[in-house]
């Protein structure tokens, strides 16, 4: 299986001024890592314990073969930098300590011995080669505080969570649902058939059919649609936190034999996490859900 991938523009670019400037000028690091800086930015100081660092970065083999690249996204995710809180290093190999020597706007390259990386011959991947050094060039685009941090993403969710709730409003009303209800959380739930009994309690195991749906009517998932090879009634412990936020708070709202329609903003779902192809990155999710029972 191929393992490399298709080089972005901005990587290509990057890359070609990191091969050009490998001559001379280097600093040395513990572990036999060197680096170098190979664009000074805007920035003022440096990062340092307590700041959020957003980098985009490039990996690469020593045949400028791309191991990875977050300006093309990766596990099926569109492109995003990543978001790095710094702490103590904790090692040779800690990408901490590379980032505290960086600034806004910093772009470096860091050699990587591949030997001491991979001591265990069997642990190192085979397009790398033994005896070889990996190229890591970190881009670094932002440095905040943790407050300042902290601050954007409340401004972000707060956003996205209205884009989400003008999304579905146009859902319900595009499809024409009735009796449908919100929870505080902004859950829409709508009941499709009762059960009976009591409501399920946080901590039993329940017992459930679903299919899941994007707001386009794609199907993603499902254990009753044969097409998706599992049709075995799913189980897990509710209010534990082993499926998404909508699942675990709106399973409590059912009793046994009941269904209902969940339609979940991406907040209580995946959020800005792409999950693989089929989920884009905040994604408003609809479920078709029975209770079958519980134990």
């Keep these: 299986m191929k393992s490399v991938i298709k080089l972005s523009i901005a ?47 490039i990996n690469v083999t020593d045949k400028d073969s791309v191991i990875m690249d977050t300006h093309k996204g990766m596990n099926g995710a569109p492109p995003k930098a990543i978001q790095i809180p ?11 300590a590379w980032l505290m020597l960086m600034k806004k706007g910093d772009s470096a390259v860091f050699m990587l011995p591949t030997d001491s990386i991979f001591p265990d011959e069997k642990m190192r991947p085979p397009f790398i080669k033994a005896h070889s050094k990996v ?6 685009e932002d440095i905040t505080s943790a407050a300042e941090a902290q601050q954007k993403q409340m401004d972000a969710a707060k956003a996205q969570m209205a884009t989400d709730d003008a999304l579905i409003q146009n859902y319900i009303k595009e499809k024409g649902l009735k009796d449908v209800q919100k929870t505080e959380s902004g859950l829409y739930y709508i009941i499709t ?26 199907m993603f998932d499902s254990n009753v649609d044969a097409s998706k090879h599992h049709v075995e009634p799913l189980k897990f412990n509710v209010g534990e936190g082993s499926m998404i936020r909508a699942w675990d708070e709106g399973v409590l709202l ?13 907040a209580l779902g995946y959020g800005s996490q792409a999950m693989g192809q089929d989920i884009p990155a905040n994604s408003v999710l609809v479920f078709d859900l029975e209770l079958k029972g519980w134990e």
């Design 86 to 96: 710094i702490r103590q290093s904790k090692g040779k190999y800690d990408i901490m």
């Design 254 to 266: 059912l009793n046994k034999g009941a269904k209902a329609k969940f339609i979940v903003p991406s």
């Design 11 to 57: 990587a290509l670019a990057i890359i070609s001024i990191a091969s050009c400037n490998l001559s001379g000028g280097f600093k040395k690091l513990g572990g036999g890592v060197e680096y170098k800086i190979l664009k000074e930015g805007s920035g003022k100081t440096t990062a340092k314990i307590g700041d959020v660092v957003t980098i985009n970065i």
């Design 135 to 140: 190229k890591s060039i970190l881009i670094v």
């Design 193 to 218: 058939q009762k059960g009976t009994g009591a409501n399920i309690e946080k901590g039993k195991k329940a017992i459930m059919n679903y299919t899941g749906y994007l707001l386009d009517g794609k």
